[in-house]
C-alpha cells in the first residue's frame, strides 16, 4: 500500500497520496507537483485521481497542473461555486484502491460544501480521515474566512459536521488534516503529525463542547485574514497557469539587477543576520523560513519580484512565491552580494542591539520608540510595557502612524519580524531603525531594565 503524507514548509500545509495495486489519489495537492509524480512511480503506482477537501484560501492547489501531468480526473469540493476546472465530488461518492475504498463524507462549516474523505480497509471499517480544514490536532477550523458575517451560521454547520459525521466514525480511526501548527486556518493547531478520533475527543477544546450553542459561541468570531487569500481564492476556483518543469528566473548582473529594481520589488530571502549586515537598498528581507508566513500580507501581485539569494536557497525560495500565486519573478542577483559589493553599488544596512545595549542606552537617557510586531492575539497573551503594538501585516499601510521621532526598535518573539519590520520602515525612508537581537526572550531576560524610561506610551497605535 502507498500512503504518503506531504507537508510543504512555510504555510504548514499537509498533503496526502494513497494507493494499492496501481492506483492512486492525491488529497489536496500543492503547486509544485513533482513529490506526488515520484512517489507514485517509486511505489508502482499511477495517479488517477485528484480530490479537494474545499476550496483553499492559503495557498495555490496544484489540481490542475497534476492532472495536466498525468491525465488525473480532478473532484473539488462545493458544487455552487463556479469552478473552471474538474468536477464536483458528492457525498456518498467512492473510488476503489485495489484492497481499499475511498469514501466522500459532507463536512461544511470551514466552508459551506466542505467535504472530508474516509479510506475504508478491505472489510469496510474505517480506517482515516482527510479531514481538510475541518478538524485539526488540537483545532477546528476556521468558520470567519469565506465570510465573515456567516461566522455563526458556519459554526452550527462544523458543529454539526463534527459530532454528526466524524466523531461517530470511531475513536480508533486516524485523522489526517490539511495542516498543522502554524497554519492562519487554525488558531491553535497542535503539533501531532498524526492523530485519532479519540485523540481528539480527549485533547481537542472545541470537542469538549458538545452543546451546538456553547460551541457556536466558542468558535465563531473574526479573526486575521491575509490579504492575499483573495488571489488563492480566485486561481482556486480558475485553476491556476500551468508551471511545467519549476521557473528558473534569469540570473541578472549587479547592475542589471539595479536598473530592474527600479520597477520591482526586491526581495532578500537570506539570513535576518546577513540583512542586517548589508542589502540592496529598499529591499525587503523575508528571510527563507518567512517566505510562506509573511509574503502574503508584504509582497504585491502587480509588481515583478527580484529575489536576493545565498544562492543554494533559489529554487526553494521560488517554490514558496509559487505556491502563493507570485509567479512574475522577474530575476535573481547573480553572484548574490558579493557581486553587488564587487561592482562598487550603494548597500544599506539595520542597526541591531542586544538587550544589554538597550539596557545601557536607557540608563543613560536616550529611549527607543519600541514597535511591538506580533499579531494582536500574541500581543495580547504578553503584552510588552510601553511598547506600540503594530502587526507586521499591517505596517506598510501604518508606519506614517509611527511617531516621526525616533530611534524606533522592532519587537517579535525570535528577530525575524522584527529584521522584516525594519526594512519595510527602511523602504519607507526610516533610517532610525534597529533591531532586537534575541526579540522577545532576550527582553525577557532583562525585563526589570527595559521599560522605556518616560514610562509607558499614553496612547497605544492600535489596530
Known sequence: MLLERVETPGIAHVSYLVGDEGRAVVVDPRRDVEVYVARAAAAGCRITDVVETHRNEDYVVGSVELAERTGAAIWHADAQLPYRYGAPARPAQTWTLGRFTLEVLATPGHTPGGLSYLLR??????????????????????????????????????????????????????????????????????????TTIGLERRLNPALALADEGAFVDAVSGVGERPPYFRRMEVLNLEGAPLLGPLPVPPLLSPEEFAAAAGQGLVVDARSESAFAAAHVPAALSLALETLGP??????????????????????????????????????????????????????AA????????HRRRLAAGRDAVVVDVRTPAEAAASPVAGALHVALGDLPGRAAELPPAGPILT???????????????????????????GGLAAWRALAGDLSPASGPVEEEVRR
Do not use: N, Q
Open 121 to 194: 480497509e478491505a472489510g469496510g471499517a474505517p480506517w482515516i480521515v482527510f479531514t481538510g480544514d475541518t478538524l485539526f490536532a488540537g483545532e477546528v477550523g476556521r468558520t470567519d474566512l469565506v465570510d465573515a458575517a456567516r461566522s455563526r451560521e458556519m459554526a452550527a454547520l462544523l458543529f454539526r459536521s463534527l459530532f454528526g459525521t466524524l466523531l461517530p466514525l470511531g475513536d480508533e480511526v486516524v485523522v489526517a488534516p490539511g495542516h498543522g501548527a502554524g497554519s492562519v486556518c487554525g488558531t491553535a493547531i497542535a503539533g501531532r503529525p498524526w
Open 411 to 437: 519587537l517579535c518573539p525570535l528577530g525575524r519580524r522584527s529584521m522584516t519590520a525594519a526594512s519595510v520602515l527602511k523602504a519607507h525612508g526610516r533610517d532610525d531603525v534597529a533591531v532586537l537581537l
Open 350 to 357: 539595520v542597526e541591531v542591539w542586544t538587550a544589554e545595549e
Open 294 to 347: 509573511h509574503a502574503g500580507w508584504l509582497l504585491p501581485y502587480d509588481r515583478p519580484l527580484l529575489l536576493v539569494t545565498d544562492g543554494g536557497e533559489t529554487d526553494e525560495a521560488v517554490r514558496r512565491l509559487l505556491r502563493l500565486g507570485y509567479d512574475h519573478i522577474a530575476g535573481v542577483l547573480g553572484g548574490g552580494m558579493a557581486a553587488w559589493h564587487a561592482a562598487g553599488l550603494p548597500a
